[in-house]
């Protein structure tokens, strides 16, 4: 493997982003990647909640069973070479690989995997409801999670399937640490929480070099990786917000690929010298409203809501090939998505229901959005659609992090933001956005619902609930469904789009993978010759 001249290097992690010049061309072995980075907030796997930190998780960890890069689609093998599952006893034993090590040399045991799953249940940070589902909790986890030598057992509490269990078991917070190494590194029994919020302790395809929060990824090869070493020495992603920025780095060949770019500049592309990827996405766009907020609170501002957004003005132009218009929480392409779209941009009728209502008008709202295409053009083209009837944004741009914390805080009054599938399970967006069994300010939840104050009819809960367990795969769809029109049709979330991606390269890049979720962007197969 070739590595990268240390000068070089250092020149490059030095240089500032303020204009294309600064940099140089790309080296032969490093894929250099620009890219809005300042969403995150977090890269233990343990707390890690973000889109982008997802990305990072996944090329630094493994899982016992994992979505991996050959095919986005297929639950594989990954840490774990074989399971049998026992549906009656609700136990499945793994057997882990033999020669496995972590980037620190330490190798992988039966007690990494205990340990992994017991911090992210005794920490109890924003992902952990993932794994707790399971009926794991800081008290019974040491019992429901065992090791033998290389072998693990895994139990769990609850009528469901075998295959809802091992796609929790795929999930970011179910990605295997170095414990040993995530111990040594503990600070006031935070479990290492701190140290690996700036470092990492995986087994992945990549290690991290460097990260400095909304400035710069460094990840180099593991050349020791079970499944493979990837065939580039590393990966560089610098922060750039601004997507005219990343079209001229990539057009000057200073980057290879550029995260993104807006419809328009995709479109100037030279496509001779560079190549455009569209990618799938399972993120839904929607727009929000706290109910904490009494002028928010009225069905009829809900339903008003969904014909004042003009859906095919937006995809028609200013998020032309990132998104299709799309009005149910599972995205399109998975089983059991609703794909009915009832709703269209008709802001007479949303004055009427307004007015039959008794609404008293104008109702003016902050609105919140991430500062960055194109997001900050939605927002712009929902405060000119809004209007029409009455409805006033006060738009609040702000960094992918600040935006995310005042929308986990419950500070917002309205939100533009998206969500992906912390799972491939349709539970995963079901839990999101249809339940909510506790709306109370101190029993914080990752939940669209909790996050806007809704407390979901108790009827739409019983349903959520009663789909996890139905073990008719048929039936369980249609429960899907019926949840999907429910939240469609009655609640303070309008569900507006789903995701597509546009990825511009240079022409010498092959191998990207950009899955359907921020979990399934992979950098091993990247080859740049």
């Not at 990647?33 to 090329?59: C, H, K, M, R």
């Not at 609404?359 to 902050?366: A, D, G, S």
Request: glycine share 6%; aromatic share 10%; proline share 5%.
């Amino acid at each position: 493997m070739r590595l990268l001249k240390p000068a070089l290097l250092s020149a490059m992690l030095a240089l500032p982003l303020a204009t294309p010049a600064a940099f140089a061309d790309t080296p032969a072995d490093i894929l250099v990647v620009a890219q809005n980075i300042d969403d995150i907030v977090a890269i233990d796997p343990a707390q890690a909640y973000e889109f982008t930190s997802g990305e990072l998780v996944t090329n630094t960890y493994d899982r016992l069973v994992q979505y991996d890069a050959e095919d986005t689609t297929v639950l594989a093998a990954g840490l774990a070479e074989s399971w049998e599952i026992d549906a009656e006893a609700k136990t499945i034993v793994f057997t882990l690989r033999d020669g496995v090590t972590f980037h620190s040399g330490n190798p992988l045991r039966g007690e990494d995997v205990v340990g992994s799953f017991s911090r992210v249940v005794q920490l109890n940070l924003t992902p952990a409801f993932i794994l707790t589902q399971l009926g794991w909790t800081p008290e019974n986890v040491g019992e429901m999670v065992t090791a033998d030598g290389n072998t693990v057992t895994v139990r769990y509490d609850g009528d469901f399937s075998p295959a809802f269990v091992m796609n929790v078991l795929a999930s970011r917070p179910a990605s295997i640490v170095d414990i040993e190494l995530a111990m040594a590194n503990e600070v006031d029994g935070d479990m290492g929480n701190a140290w690996l919020n700036a470092n990492t302790a995986g087994t992945g395809p990549f290690s991290l070099n460097t990260f400095r929060a909304a400035e710069l990824i460094r990840m180099d090869a593991n050349p020791d990786y079970f499944n493979g070493a990837p065939a580039i020495d590393g990966v560089i992603i610098r922060h750039v917000a601004e997507s005219a920025t990343q079209q001229l780095l990539l057009e000057a060949g200073d980057v290879d690929i550029a995260r993104n770019l807006t419809p328009d500049q995709v479109a100037a592309l030279d496509t001779d010298a560079l190549q455009v990827d569209t990618f799938p996405q399972a993120a839904v766009h929607f727009l929000s409203f706290n109910q904490n907020v009494e002028s928010l609170t009225p069905p009829a501002v809900w339903e008003a809501a969904r014909y004042l957004v003009d859906y095919e003005g937006m995809t028609n132009s200013i998020i032309a090939g990132q998104m299709e218009v799309h009005q149910a929480f599972w995205p399109e392409g998975f089983p059991g998505a609703l794909t009915d779209t009832p709703y269209s941009y008709d802001p007479e009728r949303a004055a009427q229901i307004l007015e039959d209502a008794g609404i008293e008008l104008p109702i003016t709202v902050t609105l919140d959005v991430i500062n960055a295409a194109p997001f900050t053009d939605m927002a712009q083209s929902l405060q000119a659609s809004f209007a029409e009837a009455g409805i006033e944004f006060e738009i609040l741009p702000g960094t992918g992090s600040q935006v995310i914390t005042r929308y986990r805080d419950r500070s917002h009054e309205a939100m533009l933001l998206y969500w992906g599938p912390d799972f491939m399970d349709p539970h995963s967006n079901a839990k999101a956005f249809a339940y909510n069994s506790d709306n109370r300010q101190e029993t914080y939840t990752a939940t669209t619902t909790w996050r806007n104050s809704w407390a979901v009819p108790e009827e739409m809960n019983e349903m959520t609930r009663a789909a996890l367990t139905e073990s008719d795969p048929a039936v369980r769809e249609e429960m899907y469904l019926e949840l999907q029109r429910q939240v469609q049709a009655n609640s303070p979330i309008v569900i507006m789009f789903q995701a597509s991606y546009q990825v511009g390269m240079a022409d010498n890049v092959s191998g990207y993978v950009n899955g359907a979720t921020s979990d399934f962007v992979f950098y091993r197969l990247v080859d740049k010759s």
